[in-house]
């Protein structure tokens, strides 16, 4: 049996929270034959959660982990950093999702857990790992409706939540744009790429082998043994994780089932004292719009990569698996304006970065975690909350990979398959004038 990567992992812009912490650890690329005792494919957040867990399981364990990019270059270096608690369906009008909400509430906390247990066992700097929450904020009756109602069903669930007025929000953020917001405790607000890299350091001295920029170009079984090939060198391993989010269909495995979204951002330089004057506000916070379709802001402060104000607007779905420049260029003139609107006291400050960044969605918002050929455990398909499924993912496919079982395991064996996509290209045309009509109602979010 082989499996060869149609595609690989390409980004042609910047994955800003990697540049924003100036060069890092330059991981050697794998040039050589070498052997494991478990090779994983992907170093984001399911890859690294994987290794960890596996040497939780099982200290004297030979693993490697190769990645396409550098460490924290791929979607790891391009989120807004919200690891939510919360039930976060981008599908639906106010987040609140279906199933066992409780359950997967319980789950998310679980990833979290796992990620402020990483960052004190690896020295992480604590300002990468926030526990500050977040707010929903809400900028016109509409989304302060949406607002109330998902507060009503979080009461349900009995969780926590703080409704601020416009005053408080304007005291928090500087901008007088937001009517109302819904604060929840629980977000652990990341420096994703700070988080990642010092994941991989960690695992590092822990003597876990890291390759960078080694692309996984095919695997092959002989007996009982995988051999996982990049352009320059080989590892033979009895079992392979692949942790790979959308590029799972790069190797033939869920063809027809995968919704490879992009999602755009742009990040301001630093600010200088007279523009910190001019915004106010608190050095740190994080909003996500109250409609799932709108806008997400964020402020960020020295000790995360300087003074600075993220802003992420605008999805696409990319068959292909990689934005052009149009699409960044579009994305990119859409945040100019969202960010013109929520501070005009700044109107006109240049960005420093605009990029886009990958994630992979299923119709029925499930994973694709368990064994998908012999000894070949899957950790992808995280839909719209990565940071936390994608770690919850990588922590089952370890335990899976070990025989082991747990809640987590459990949790991603009780899922259906992912569903069937429409044909394309008329899904992909629909599905993209369809997101860019949600984001046109979603406009003052
Ligand atoms: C702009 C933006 C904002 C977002 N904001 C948030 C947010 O606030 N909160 C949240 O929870 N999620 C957010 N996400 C989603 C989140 O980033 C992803 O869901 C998450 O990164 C998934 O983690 P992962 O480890 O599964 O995949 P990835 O982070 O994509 O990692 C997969 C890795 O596999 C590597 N790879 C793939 N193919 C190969 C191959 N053949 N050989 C070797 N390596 C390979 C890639 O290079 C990559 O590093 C956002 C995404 C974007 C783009």
């Known amino acids: 049996m082989r499996y060869t990567a149609a595609r690989t992992p390409r980004f042609a812009s910047p994955a800003a929270w990697s540049e924003i912490l100036g060069q890092g650890v330059r991981y050697p690329s794998l040039e050589e034959e070498r052997t494991a005792d478990v090779v994983i494919v992907g170093a984001g957040f399911a890859g690294l959660s994987a290794a960890r867990r596996l040497l939780q399981l099982d200290p004297a364990l030979n693993v490697a982990v190769l990645d396409a990019l550098e460490i924290a270059e791929g979607s790891a270096g391009r989120n807004s950093g919200f690891m939510i608690d919360l039930p976060h369906d981008l599908s639906s009008d106010n987040y609140a999702g279906g199933g066992d909400e409780s359950a997967l509430i319980a789950l998310n906390r679980k990833a979290i857990d796992f990620a402020l247990g990483a960052a004190q066992a690896y020295g992480i700097d604590p300002a990468f790992v926030d526990p500050a929450g977040k707010v929903n904020g809400a900028a016109s009756p509409t989304a302060d409706a949406h607002n109330r109602s998902y507060a009503a069903h979080l009461a349900q669930l009995g969780e926590a939540s703080e409704h601020l007025d416009a005053q408080a929000m304007h005291a928090l953020t500087g901008s007088r744009h937001y009517l109302s917001g819904l604060y929840t405790p ?25 390759f960078a920029r080694s692309a996984v170009t095919d695997f092959e079984q002989e007996g009982s043994i995988w051999r996982v090939r990049t352009a320059k060198g080989q590892i033979s391993a009895p079992r392979i994780i692949l942790a790979t989010n959308g590029h799972l269909e790069s190797f033939g495995f869920a063809k027809g089932r995968l919704m490879q979204l992009f999602l755009y951002a742009s990040m301001t ?13 608190e050095p740190r916070w994080g909003i996500t719009p109250s409609d799932p379709m709108g806008t997400t802001v964020r402020r960020i402060d020295t000790a995360q990569g300087g003074h600075r104000i993220i802003t992420r607007t605008c999805a696409t779905l990319r068959p292909e698996m990689e934005a052009s420049a149009r699409d960044i260029a579009r994305a990119t003139s859409v945040q100019r304006a969202k960010f013109d609107a929520r501070f005009p006291q700044l109107s006109g400050a240049a960005m420093q970065y605009e990029w886009a960044g990958h994630l992979c969605l299923s119709l029925n918002g499930v994973a694709v975690t368990g064994e998908i050929a012999p000894n070949v455990f899957a950790a992808t398909v995280q839909n719209g909350l990565g940071t936390a ?9 370890a335990e899976m990979a070990l025989g082991q079982s747990s809640d987590i395991t459990a949790y991603f064996n009780a899922e259906a398959a992912p569903r069937k996509l429409p044909p394309k290209p008329f899904s992909t045309w629909g599905a993209n004038a369809y997101l860019r009509w949600k984001e046109h109602r979603a406009r003052a979010e």
Not at 389 to 397: E, F, K, P, Q
């Open 186 to 210: 629980g977000t652990l607000m990341l420096q994703p790429a700070g988080y990642i890299r010092g994941l991989a350091a960690g695992l590092a001295r822990d003597d876990v082998k890291i």
């Open 389 to 397: 499924r994608g770690t919850l993912t990588g922590i089952a496919a």
């Open 269 to 281: 330089p630093e600010l200088d004292a007279t523009q910190l004057r001019a915004l106010g506000g």
